[in-house]
C-alpha cells in the first residue's frame, strides 16, 4: 500500500496577505483530499489545516471520515487524513 505525506502536497502561492493557499491530492479509490490554509480557512489564522474529502467533482459528505470539513490540523494529522482517505473503498460517482 502507498503511503501518503504532507510533504507531498504541492500548495498554490497566495500572491496577497491572507489569500488561501491550496492543495490537492488524488487516490486511486476515486477520492481526493482538499487542503487549505488562510485567513478564514478553519485553523488558517493559528497556522493549521482544513481538510475536505472529495469525490466525483465535489464535497463528500457521506465517508466514516466526516461529514463535512475537517479543521485545525497540524501537518501530521493532516497525513494520518491522507492515509484514511486513501483507504477508503472504490465508490462510483453518482
Known amino acids: 500500500m502507498t503511503e501518503y505525506n504532507f510533504n507531498q502536497l504541492e500548495f498554490s502561492d497566495g500572491n496577497n496577505p491572507g489569500e488561501v493557499r ?6 486511486p479509490n476515486g477520492y481526493s483530499a482538499s487542503v487549505i ?9 493559528e497556522g ?22 475537517i479543521g ?7 497525513t ?3 492515509n484514511m482517505i486513501a483507504e477508503l473503498p472504490a465508490k462510483e460517482v453518482n
Open 22 to 27: 491550496r492543495a490537492r491530492m488524488e487516490f
Open 48 to 69: 493549521l489545516y482544513e481538510l475536505g474529502v472529495l469525490h466525483g467533482g465535489g464535497l463528500c459528505y457521506d465517508t466514516p471520515i466526516t461529514d463535512d470539513v
Open 37 to 45: 490554509i488562510g485567513e478564514y480557512s478553519y485553523g488558517g489564522p
Open 80 to 82: 494520518r487524513h491522507l
Open 72 to 78: 485545525h490540523l497540524s501537518e501530521d494529522e493532516v
